[in-house]
DNA sequence: TCGGGGCATTGATCCAGATCATGGCGGCCT
DNA sequence: AGGCCGCCATGATCTGGATCAATGCCCCGA
C-alpha cells in the first residue's frame, strides 16, 4: 500500500527514518520477503511487481514522490518494488509506524483515504485488464498516469513517462510490442505525438477519452 | 468498499439501519449514483460491477454476509451491486457512517484493515487478469472464492458456487464459452468433480494450486 | 568521434480464447 | 405433467494480440 501524507506528519516521520539512496534498477523491495521496513519516496519513482514463477510479471502501480510502500497487510511483502531512475527513500521500521499512529490518530483516517483511493485505482485496472482492447488500455492508461503520478507533467497535455515500453506492457497486461504499434496508431491518427520516447503528447483529448471509454 | 465488522458495532449498527429485503437480481447499488446511502449484507451474496458503455462488464467482486457496500470515495458509486439471489440488506445514510466512526473510533482500524484486504485481493487479481490464461484463473478462482466468500462450504473441498458461468466469466475477464470448456477440461483431468453446475468438488488440490500459480 | 548495448519499432506468422451457432438439461410455473 | 425459458455444454470458425524475427535509433562512455 502506499500514499501521500502532510508536510506536518512528515516532519515528524523524518526524524524517525533512515534516509537512502537506490540506484536505477534496484529492488528493494522483494516480493515474499519478511515485511519488516517500510518506505516513503522522496525522490523518483518505482515500479509495484507481482510475478509468477515463470517469470512473467504485472505492474500493479507506479509510486512516486510522496507514496508509502510496504505496509504489507501480513508479514509479507505483497508485491516487489523496483526504482524507474535513481531514487531517494526514508527507511522506516514497522514498530516505528505504530508509534506515529499512536502519535497521530488522524493518520489513521488519512491511510484509511489513501487506501479507498488506490482500491478505486485498482478496480478501475480491473476493469480495464479484464475487458478493455489494447487500444482502450493505452488510451486510459495516457489519461490517468499523469493523475496517478505525483509529479504532473509540465503542462495538461504533456506526458513525461519514467517507464520503458516493457513496463507500460507490464502495467496494462499486454507486450511490448503491441505497445508500440498501438502507440503508433494513436500517432498516426493525430490522437497523440511522441517528440521522444519517453515524452507523449495528447493532440485529442476527447478523441483519446472517448477511445478509453470503449466508445470507438 | 465492503469488509467485516465483529457483532458489538453491529449490535449498535442495527440502531442506526432500515432493514430491506431485495429480490433475485435486483440491481441495489447503480454506478454512477448519488452515494447517499450504504449498505450491510445479512443474508445473500451481490455481485459488484463495473460497466462499459458498449455493454461489457467486469465484477470486480462478490459480497457475501457481513460485508459493507457503497462506502464510495466521491459522493459517486464506482460500481454497483445487484443480488445474485434473494438478499436482506441493512441500510444506513452516510451520516449514520460519520457518526458510528466518531462513536467507535476503532472502527477506522478496521475500516482499515479491511480495506488493505481488499486491496491485496485486487492486487492478486490484477496479476490473474493481466497475465494467467483461462486455465490459471480457473484453478485460483477455485481455490480463493471460497476464503474470499463469508459462508465456506460445508468442507474444505466442497465449493458452492451462487453466481451463473457468466459470472465467473466477467469475474475472470473470459466468455462464459471459455469457462464452461475449462471446467470439463479440469474435469476431464480429474483435478475437480462437478455434481452439478452450481457445486465444484475439489479433488486434487496440489495440482490445482499448481495450475493456479502457474506451474502447468 | 566512434562503437556498443539497451530500448523501440516494425514485419510475418501463430494461437488462445472470442465469437457464432446448436443442442441439451433442469427447474419452475401453470 | 407438460412446456417454456434460462443456463450450460460443445462444436466450428475467426481474430486481436502474442510470438518470433529483424532492424533502427539514441545515448553514453572511452
Sequence with gaps: MCGVVEDADLTRLSEMAVECEVAA???????GQAADTFFNVTAGTARLIKSLPDGRRQIIGFAGVGHFL??????IYAFGAE????????????????QLLD???????RLLAVARD?????????LLLGRKTARER???FLLAYPRAASCPARTE???????TRADIADYLG??????????TRLRTGRVIAVPSAAMILIRDRATLASIAAGEV
Design 174 to 183: 499486454l507486450t511490448v510490442e503491441t505497445v508500440s504499434r498501438t502507440l
Design 138 to 140: 493505452l488510451a486510459s
Design 157 to 163: 497535455d504533456v506526458i513525461s513517462l519514467p517507464m
Design 70 to 75: 510496504g505496509l504489507a497487510v501480513s508479514d
Design 118 to 126: 488506490e482500491l478505486v485505482a485498482a478496480q478501475e485496472q480491473m
Design 25 to 31: 534498477g534496484t529492488a528493494f523491495i522483494e516480493e
Design 103 to 109: 502519535e497521530f490518530p488522524v493518520m489513521e483516517q
Design 83 to 98: 526504482a524507474l531512475g535513481p531514487m531517494r527513500l526514508c527507511r522506516f521500521s514497522r514498530a516505528g509506524l505504530r
